[in-house]
């Protein structure tokens, strides 16, 4: 069993900037091959940001992102980042880290089995 803790998470201005962090742990033997992060806000569906295909570092990224975001992972640490400049109001949610043990690169949900708590990111404008 894999545990992700996010963190990272805050109130900023629109146009600012936060680092979101996700901390892997547990059943470590178990090779983590595609990781990502999504968001929700109330009453909506959560929807994916960005992924990583951690054997290789191949990444993907919603449309909205335009370039603003970027999903990297230090195996070593066996920590997911996301990196976020130039949010917007409409960034603001829960965001949550998900992994899999899958060769894929995306947001079906059904490929990742291991998710965080979430840490709540707010854009002020």
């Known amino acids: 069993q894999v545990q992700l803790v996010e963190s990272g998470g805050g109130s900023v201005q629109a146009g600012g900037s936060l680092r979101l962090s996700c901390a892997a742990s547990?059943?470590?033997?178990?090779?983590?091959?595609?990781m990502a992060w999504f968001r929700q806000v109330p009453e909506k569906e959560r929807e994916g940001v960005a992924a990583i295909y951690t054997d290789g570092g191949a990444t993907y990224y919603a449309d909205f992102v335009e370039g603003r975001f970027t999903i990297s992972h230090d195996n070593a640490k066996k920590t997911l980042y996301l990196q976020m400049s130039n949010l917007k109001p409409g960034d603001t949610a829960m965001y949550y880290c998900?992994?899999?043990?899958?060769?894929?690169?995306?947001?079906?949900?059904?490929?990742?089995?291991?998710w965080g708590r979430g840490t709540q990111v707010t854009v002020s404008s």
């Open positions: 547990g059943n470590t033997g178990k090779i983590i091959y595609n």
């Open positions: 998900a992994s899999g043990s899958t060769a894929y690169l995306g947001f079906d949900l059904d490929e990742f089995n291991a």
